[in-house]
């Protein structure tokens, strides 16, 4: 899991051979102005999926775990979105089973710890990570990145 801000998105460019076009593609499109629901940069191998949001309470937590994709989750607007995560050998009570097609497994383990993506901010999520989005307050807009491995 990788926590930063965008003004050091450059840093993260090498970790993978789809991410410059990610950071590029974020330097040029208006995200926060963009409708609802996916949109294709390359297909099924990036993806952008733009969401708005209303936060749960952290006691509705549900760790997910992804297989073929990684996670570049960004929030573009509302004061903060909270992520429960824990290290995949962690996530032992499957709620759901694995969803080939929707790339996604969920756990109701309680989350190692939590953290804030503030505005501007984004988090990196390798298929590792077991994260829990959407946990706060109010309503966020926000950009899910999917990178195929």
Known sequence: MILDTLKNKEQYASL??????????????????????????????????????????????????????????????????VFGWSEKKDCLTAETEFDEAKDIQLFTDKPQCFYAVREGQFSILFPEDGHAPMLGEGVVKKCIFKILL
Do not use: C, W
């Open 16 to 81: 993978h051979p789809r991410f410059k076009a990610v950071f590029d593609y974020i330097d040029t499109h208006d995200l926060a102005s963009m409708e609802l629901g996916r949109h294709d940069i390359d297909g099924d191998n990036i993806f952008v999926m733009v969401q708005e949001l209303e936060l749960r309470p952290y006691e509705q937590a549900r760790l997910e775990l992804h297989r073929k994709y990684i996670d570049i989750q960004l929030v573009l607007r509302g004061k903060e979105e």
